[in-house]
């Protein structure tokens, strides 16, 4: 079974400009999520979608910060203009359902962004 | 908001059980105790997770206080490749997301 795919692996950019991360949950997955890992730190939810709507976004940046799951199967995670503080680890992850009860979170491997 | 405590780092002898101990005092009745683990440069991995019995699986096993208010993740056999931060996380069943604290960083060493 394939995991979360998530692309570009790394990228940097210089302060100001945009940047966007791709993400597939694993195949069936209705909940998404993206989480920010600053380094040293664990990972912090930013916005989790139930298909293809939104459940959660109340620690998204909105001012810089938008993703879409259009389709409900893959999404997008887009700042603009980025900031310094933006240099972080963007991780997708994915679950069957919204429901904790036994219901395991599958993370991918990570977008790394520096911002210069 | 973690509602976990576990030590910072902890060292381990390759070959040897690694005994990793979290507190959750203030865990309620239907809480879930879940352990993930991320090694340097990947995304945090899913190791097992329990609500009220001791469950063991391919990677670990896991031991809940009767109280539930601790519980210990034990690697068997620990290897060089189970060097990573080890994250305890409780969740309720309503709680959709996972919140992470910051997790022992555990060092096995040959």
């Known amino acids: 079974e394939a995991g979360v795919a998530q692309s570009p692996r790394y990228k940097i950019i210089e302060k100001r400009q945009s940047v966007a991360f791709w993400c597939n949950p694993i195949?069936?997955?209705?909940?998404l999520y993206w989480y920010q890992q600053i380094l040293g730190q664990g990972p912090k939810l930013l916005i989790q979608?139930?298909?293809?709507?939104?459940?959660?976004d109340s620690q998204l940046p909105k001012d810089r910060f938008s993703a879409e799951r259009l389709k409900g199967v893959d999404s997008t995670l887009k700042i603009q203009p980025a900031k310094l503080e933006d240099s972080a680890v963007y991780l997708c992850?994915?679950?069957?359902?919204?429901?904790?009860?036994?219901?395991?979170?599958?993370f991918g491997e990570g977008s790394w962004l520096t911002v210069v | 908001d973690a509602k976990t405590t576990q030590p910072t780092s902890m060292d381990c002898a390759e070959g040897r059980a690694a005994n990793l101990p979290c507190n959750h005092s203030?865990?309620?009745?239907?809480?879930?105790v879940y352990w993930y683990r991320q090694i340097h440069s990947q995304g945090p991995q899913y190791i097992i997770h329990?609500?009220?019995n001791n469950e063991t699986n391919e990677m670990a096993s896991l031991i809940i206080t009767e109280d539930r208010k601790s519980s210990t993740l034990i690697l068997p056999h620990a290897t060089l490749r189970d060097t990573a931060v080890y994250y305890c996380?409780?969740?309720?069943?309503?709680?959709?997301?996972?919140?992470f604290g910051a997790g022992t960083t555990v060092t096995v060493r040959a």
């Open positions: 195949s069936g997955h209705a909940t």
């Open positions: 979608f139930q298909n293809n709507g939104v459940v959660d």
């Open positions: 203030t865990i309620s009745g239907n809480e879930y």
């Open positions: 329990g609500l009220k």
């Open positions: 992850a994915s679950s069957l359902s919204w429901a904790a009860s036994g219901n395991t979170i599958y």
């Open positions: 996380i409780v969740r309720s069943p309503n709680d959709y997301k996972l919140s």
